[in-house]
């Protein structure tokens, strides 16, 4: 019975503090490469984690996530599990919510996305994102929520594992799954990218806060994304 919403919101705000001087150099060097390539740099705003407006160390969340975004996925590949059976199972509109987003979104950036139907819950390779149906630790004001649960030993932003918990009966969208699907990944909202947008600039794609049904990535996102991974 699913039926699209255009008012999603979550409480994932910015963060902490650290390493913008290398952020910086990283983007010179993207700039350099893509100019080189033919590739346009077409990135309004560094909203990836760490900006020099969300900085801090990735550390365990609990069940339900912080309310801020400190984490990455650990690297370029990455593997997703829908919950299947249980409390928190995602019925066939969310699991093509999902899919919409992975194919359409992430699919065509330099992450290597691909389906983990055997999901590994503990180790060193764990499947990177869990995405739940449920409202279990939402705030009242949150359609949905990203946090880590295996932050990396000894390093400063990766995360081995998230989940995703998003409001069932209609909350599970393309933009809302590609919205929270980008906390994952490290996209921050507005507020705490660098140079500052507000949270509702079209330029930032599905990490506009609330974000529309239909939304996608966007070149500003895709950038970002390329530039690290
Ligand atoms: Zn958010």
Redesign the pocket.
């Known amino acids: 019975m699913p039926i699209a919403t255009d008012r999603a919101?979550?409480?994932?705000?910015g963060r902490d503090k650290r390493r913008r001087a290398a952020r910086w150099t990283t983007f010179a060097v993207a700039l350099t490469v893509g100019i080189g390539a033919g590739v346009a740099w077409a990135a309004t705003t560094d909203n990836i984690h760490p900006t020099a407006n969300n900085t801090g160390t990735c550390h365990n969340d609990p069940d339900g996530g912080d309310g801020q975004?400190s984490c990455r996925t650990d690297n370029a590949a990455v593997s997703y599990y829908m919950d299947s059976g249980g409390e928190y199972e995602l019925e066939s509109p969310d699991r093509t919510a999902v899919q919409s987003t992975m194919s359409n979104d992430y699919g065509p950036t330099d992450l290597t996305i691909s389906y983990d139907s055997s999901p590994v819950f503990s180790g060193d390779a764990e499947t990177d994102i869990v995405y739940q149906e449920g409202s279990t630790n939402l705030s009242d004001s949150s359609d949905?929520v990203?946090w880590c649960n295996d932050a990396v030993d000894g390093s400063s932003y990766g995360c081995d594992q998230q989940y995703i918990r998003i409001r069932g009966a209609g909350y599970y969208s393309r933009g809302l799954s590609c919205?929270?699907t980008?906390?994952a990944i490290g996209l921050?909202?507005g507020q705490q990218a660098s140079p500052r947008l507000t949270n509702t600039n079209t330029a930032l794609g599905c990490?506009v806060?609330p974000?529309g049904d239909g939304v996608g990535l966007g070149a500003n996102n895709r950038d970002n994304i390329n530039s690290v991974f």
């Open positions: 919101t979550d409480a994932t705000t975004i949905g990203t919205h929270e980008g906390h921050v909202h990490m806060t974000v």
